[in-house]
């Protein structure tokens, strides 16, 4: 196998940690991350059967493809916790971690066709994919890439049956039908995570949409035969052999379908109030537009930022421009359907754009075992950037949130590294009379020097820009 670690800065953050920072939940290995890298320990009775996939065709066409995160491997003198004779694989981390519950429905559906994809080619090439779960995928910018390298096993040829099927249609597919059919957002698969039992949907829904042949099987079919199924002493009764042919046939229409469904259950009419926000705003003027836009580019040509987290995205016009600017952008906004525009602009033109389904002032918690499977969305964030834009955001913080300047420019300072780029909106603002709902004492009186005796503590001022409507762009830089 070639050692040399293919594009370290380009970031898988796998979970699943224990309090000592290793996963524990697959018998096979464990994970460990280090700040360059993610290493994965192969216990003893595994070393064989990951070795032999390290060495196949089909793991070097995954990796070609980019489907499969890369791997490499590592010996005791690459780092202090490898002993000799143990097998270790190195892998290249993704920023940031997106957990799939901060997906857009287009992400979710790119995910799945992913993991189908990695499924039917390890059929075809006498290989099965036992794992089928949206915690093994990560997005790098808009792709998606599997990072679960010991998912893979070899395949049975005379077994028709996909191990992984079920995992496949609870986390993946239902969550889709629970979309799409029950309005239930996949935000909520944070509380789930093996996915949604069939009865659940089942129960929530119309008789005519029980008979939907899409997933007539998934849900309504497998609810009525749970119900029905009688305990089999002596466990599942044995199914009988099939000549290899047939038995890769029946793998393979069984992907087909689930495809399919996915599709479907995918497409969905995304409704937002925010997502035609940017040409509906009669707040701001073609002048306002303009200057705003060109502001921004310039702040970006003289800073040069690595790596752009942008508050607020919405549809993603300034995170679209700071890719073009050559950073790496994280996207955060709490409106799934102005993301998935976004998400599609960025996956279409291959920029380096990252989009998080959250809420700055709601973040994502930790959740799993002991609360430390999956960081929370501070922990991902804090310290990553060396740009942050919030744009049009503070009076929702303020308003909406009801949190204080000083509060809001200390959770910016543990953001970025060095610059934030502000949009202030006065009191005047016809969008802040809107949200103000009366409550002129307590926030009608703010002021342009409120923020800055709120910030200074943190940042110094070095570029202002007023645009015609009274909105205020500004550029800190931290002390």
Same mark, same amino acid.
């Given at each position: ?201 089942? &129960? %929530?829904?119309? /008789?005519?949409?029980?008979? #939907? $042949?899409?997933?007539?099987?998934? @849900?309504? +079919? ?11 002493? &002596? %466990?599942?009764? /044995?199914?009988?052999?099939? #000549? $290899?042919?047939?038995?890769?046939? @029946?793998? +393979? ?168 780029l502000l949009e202030w909106v006065p009191p005047s603002d016809p969008m802040y009379q809107e949200w103000l709902r009366g409550r002129d004492d307590l926030y009608g009186r703010f002021t342009e020097d409120d923020l800055f005796r709120a910030f200074s503590p943190y940042f110094q001022l070095q570029s202002r820009q007023r645009l015609e409507n009274g909105r205020v762009l500004l550029l800190f830089e931290r002390w």
């Amino acid at each position: 196998m070639d050692r040399t670690l293919p594009n370290p800065s380009a970031a898988p953050e796998i979970t699943d940690f224990d309090s000592t920072g290793w996963t524990f939940r697959d018998p096979a290995g464990r994970l460990h991350l280090e700040a360059q890298c993610a290493l994965r320990h192969i216990q003893p009775g595994a070393e064989t059967a990951v070795r032999d996939f390290l060495e196949s065709p089909l793991r070097r066409s995954l990796e070609e493809s980019g489907e499969l995160i890369r791997s490499v491997l590592a010996g005791p003198g690459d780092y202090a916790c490898i002993r000799p004779g143990e097998l270790w694989l190195q892998h290249p981390r993704i920023f940031p971690i997106a957990y799939p519950w901060e997906w857009t429905t287009a992400q979710w559906r790119a995910a799945a066709q992913l993991t189908l994809s990695v499924a039917e080619r390890a059929v075809k090439a006498g290989w099965l994919l036992k794992d089928a779960t949206p915690l093994n995928v990560v997005f790098s910018a808009a792709r998606p890439v599997l990072v679960d390298a010991l998912s893979l096993q070899r395949r049975d040829p005379h077994c028709g049956i996909w191990p992984a099927y079920g995992q496949f249609v609870r986390t993946f597919l239902l969550p889709l039908v629970a979309a799409k059919c029950l309005s239930w957002p996949l935000e909520n698969t944070l509380f789930w995570r093996d996915g949604y039992e069939p009865r659940t949907i089942y &129960g %929530g829904l119309y /008789p005519w949409q029980r008979l #939907n $042949p899409y997933w007539l099987d998934v @849900v309504t +079919l497998a609810t009525l035969f749970e119900s029905r199924q009688k305990p089999r002493r &002596g %466990g599942a009764a /044995p199914v009988p052999p099939r #000549n $290899p042919e047939a038995a890769e046939f @029946v793998l +393979l229409r069984q992907i087909s379908r689930l495809r399919r469904q996915t599709d479907y259950a995918a497409r969905q009419q995304k409704t937002s109030a925010w997502i035609g926000y940017s040409k509906s705003a009669t707040h701001y003027g073609a002048n306002d537009v303009e200057a705003k836009q060109s502001f921004v580019s310039e702040v970006l040509v003289r800073c040069k930022p690595g790596r752009l987290l942008d508050i607020g995205a919405n549809t993603g016009t300034y995170s679209v421009l700071a890719a073009e600017a050559g950073a790496d952008v994280v996207a955060v906004d709490h409106d799934a359907g102005a993301l998935e525009v976004l998400w599609k602009t960025a996956a279409q033109r291959g920029l380096a754009i990252t989009p998080l389904v959250a809420n700055i002032a709601r973040p994502t918690p930790a959740v799993g075992w002991k609360n430390s499977e999956q960081l929370s969305l501070l922990d991902r964030l804090e310290g990553q950037f060396d740009f942050v834009l919030m744009l049009a955001v503070i009076h929702h913080l303020i308003l909406r949130e009801q949190l204080p300047l000083r509060h809001i420019a200390e959770l910016c300072s543990s953001l970025t590294r060095r610059w934030i780029l502000l949009e202030w909106v006065p009191p005047s603002d016809p969008m802040y009379q809107e949200w103000l709902r009366g409550r002129d004492d307590l926030y009608g009186r703010f002021t342009e020097d409120d923020l800055f005796r709120a910030f200074s503590p943190y940042f110094q001022l070095q570029s202002r820009q007023r645009l015609e409507n009274g909105r205020v762009l500004l550029l800190f830089e931290r002390w």
